[in-house]
């Protein structure tokens, strides 16, 4: 691109923590594809995420890069910060929660408002960046004191601008939802309160809102039965409980916090499935042969009566280790959860035949005391009795999708689009490092090679690493009216109909299902719907990409305070991700930290980023991704997040 055909870009600025940054245009064409590099002396008054006009400046040396110069903010992103307050003498100034391109914020005394050193706070910036001067702040409220229990937390939630609280209004119309099923909710409902259906959750859940049935047909078949909470009938489209259920898109779950989508009435009170109670539910019944095809689905209005509150882990004890006290005491039901186990199994094994990518990435759990300290991080159990239900709600998500596709309704679903060509040549190449092959064109790579990989490398010490190498070769799932297949489960048809109570496009595509049930959905209704479900899918798509980003960073910030109690000890990990600067160790409890290349001093290390390695220029010595190493803590700085360690025993390392 020439200088001179391109004067000038309006994008969003995306600033590092060191000053300089990108803007990424508005219209990628202008610039062929390229984000626009600014240096700090060419920031002008910009801060992170605002919206601002680029005069282009010139091209990089290998004409890869462009760079440019901020002439104007057109719309500010943030008019406050909200961080942690440190008072000096005279002076203080704000570390922001929010680490990304946001730099400190001065505030001068005389407008402290009370705060002090440590305290959680927002400011009013009153007073924008130039060059060699810090944005300026007036503190105007104090979100909690230093050490108060929860305050960390309060405060990140407040500047990823998630909304805690209920508006009044919310709150008024969830207060008159009756909290009992009456006699006319259940005009023209299927009555299932008679069958043995049953709900599987975490311990610690409240909101259950699916349920499951099972039963085997004359013909050898099984009948699976997933009823799902019909929270539809109690969220009136357009009322209050549904404009702020969209604003939301999702609940949020932050370690032992939840910021629920619908308020506790509904989540926690009349749409959770509560053992003995009748609920309203959206039922589907799918015939599926034993080659784990469904090849007959009823979906209907119900009423249910749940029959046990079942927790994973009892129900894993019982199928897993055949807990006598466990099987006497539900042996009511025992017979029909080992037929469940037995065909998840087989919906299990024609997923992964068809191509489903199953990552078998680690997640944590970290428990915290009253005080809000965490106490222990260990990795989240994901046994027999998650999978069951994990493999019945894909069943019936890809069900309830292939059915409305064909009927061509408006609908929101759930897509993945596949890997880049550029990703799969780069993870290629990372595999042949490691003597293993992908097959397949990396235009239109099948989900079944990249199956195939995961199966050479099962129970194997390389099956972590490449698992998350070929996880950040993937792009994002996304909610779209259009229904473009979900790559990674290999499906043609998907959506999100299982969780109405804690995601917005499982709650509109209820609504729509029984709109066509109750034969309601033509003429201006379908032009109506097709606006709804955009809205729908665009806005959820957003809120979870930020849900996401708040939830791991709340437990960035957990473990990273966990391992102030550990500085000093040593533990034993795999090297996780390899940077110019250094690379990543995970440890148990998927704690991961920093071991800076300057550290590694009994040599000059070379990074070579293809081979995801650095290499000793005299000793020959690697550090490799998936090598495992022994670390000792060497510091942590929980503000940041960050976590740094050293090497335990730098000979230990193979040479090449």
Not at 409 to 417: A, G, K, N, Q
Request: aromatic share 8%; glycine share 8%; charged share 30%.
């Amino acid at each position: 691109m020439k200088k001179d055909k391109v004067k000038r870009i309006t994008g969003i600025l995306s600033k590092h923590r060191r000053g300089f940054g990108f803007v990424i245009p508005e219209n990628k064409e202008e610039t062929q594809g390229r984000d626009i590099f600014i240096s700090p002396y060419d920031m002008e008054s910009a801060m992170d995420r605002d919206t601002v006009t680029v005069r282009i400046s010139g091209e990089g040396m290998n004409g890869s890069s462009i760079e440019g110069r901020i002439e104007r903010v057109i719309e500010r992103a943030n008019k406050e910060v909200v961080g942690t307050f440190v008072s000096r003498r005279g002076y203080g100034y704000i570390i922001p929660e929010c680490l990304r391109g946001v730099e400190e914020v001065i505030v001068l005394k005389k407008d402290f408002n009370g705060a002090k050193s440590g305290d959680k706070v927002v400011a009013e910036i009153v007073r924008w960046p130039a060059r060699g001067r810090q944005p300026e702040a007036r503190i105007k409220e104090i979100i909690s004191r230093k050490g108060e229990a929860g305050g960390d937390i309060k405060a990140l939630i407040r500047a990823f601008q998630v909304r805690e609280f209920f508006p009044e209004k919310v709150k008024s119309e969830a207060s008159e939802i009756p909290q009992a099923v009456r006699q006319e909710d259940l005009t023209g409902r299927r009555d299932l309160r008679e069958k043995c259906i049953i709900t599987i959750d975490g311990a610690d859940a409240k909101d259950l809102d699916d349920a499951v049935s099972l039963e085997l047909l004359p013909n050898g078949n099984y009948l699976l039965g997933v009823h799902i909470a019909d929270v539809s009938h109690y969220v009136k489209e357009n009322a209050p409980l549904d404009k702020e259920a969209l604003k939301r898109g999702t609940s949020i779950y932050l370690i032992d916090w939840v910021i629920p989508m619908l308020p506790q009435e509904i989540s926690n009170g009349i749409c959770s499935l509560q053992p003995g109670v009748d609920r309203l539910t959206l039922s589907v019944n799918m015939e599926i042969n034993h080659g784990g095809e469904v090849v007959a689905c009823d979906i209907f209005e119900s009423v249910i009566r749940s029959k046990e509150r079942m927790v994973y882990t009892d129900v894993s004890d019982m199928l897993e280790k055949g807990d006598e006290e466990l099987i006497e005491r539900y042996s009511h039901i025992y017979e029909q959860l080992k037929l469940m186990q037995e065909l998840a199994a087989i919906l299990r094994k024609r997923r992964q035949d068809r191509g489903s990518l199953d990552f078998d990435i680690d997640e944590a759990h970290i428990t915290l005391n009253k005080k809000g300290i965490p106490v222990s991080v260990e990795v989240a159990e994901r046994r027999t009795a998650n999978r069951i239900i994990e493999e019945f709600m894909l069943a019936a998500n890809e069900t309830v999708a292939a059915h409305f596709f064909h009927l061509e309704l408006p609908f929101v679903y759930r897509t993945h689009d596949k890997p880049s060509p550029e990703k799969i040549v780069e993870f290629k190449r990372f595999l042949q490092g490691l003597g293993l092959y992908l097959k397949g064109n990396p235009d239109n790579i099948h989900p079944k090679a990249l199956n195939e990989v995961l199966n050479q490398v099962r129970d194997t010490g390389k099956e972590h690493v490449v698992n998350t190498v070929m996880l950040r070769s993937m792009k994002k799932a996304v909610y779209s009216v259009e229904c473009l297949g979900h790559f990674g489960l290999g499906m043609k048809h998907y959506c999100h109909f299982t969780a109405p109570i804690r995601r917005y496009p499982d709650l509109i595509i209820h609504r729509i299902i029984k709109e066509y049930l109750n034969d309601s959905v033509y003429g201006d209704r379908v032009e109506e719907l097709k606006k709804k479900t955009m809205e729908a899918a665009d806005r959820s798509s957003l809120m979870e990409r930020r849900a996401e980003e708040l939830e791991r960073e709340v437990e960035k910030l957990k473990k990273a305070e966990y391992m102030t109690y550990h500085i000093g000890e040593e533990f034993t990990g795999i090297i996780s991700g390899v940077a110019s600067f250094g690379f990543f160790v995970q440890i148990e409890g998927t704690i991961e930290g920093l071991v800076r290349v300057e550290n590694l001093d009994e040599d000059y290390y070379i990074y070579e980023a293809e081979a995801y390695r650095f290499i000793g220029r005299n000793s020959r010595k690697t550090y490799t991704l998936g090598d495992p190493v022994t670390v000792l803590v060497d510091s942590v700085d929980v503000t940041a997040r960050e976590i740094n360690f050293v090497l335990s025993d730098p000979d230990s390392r193979m040479t090449e």
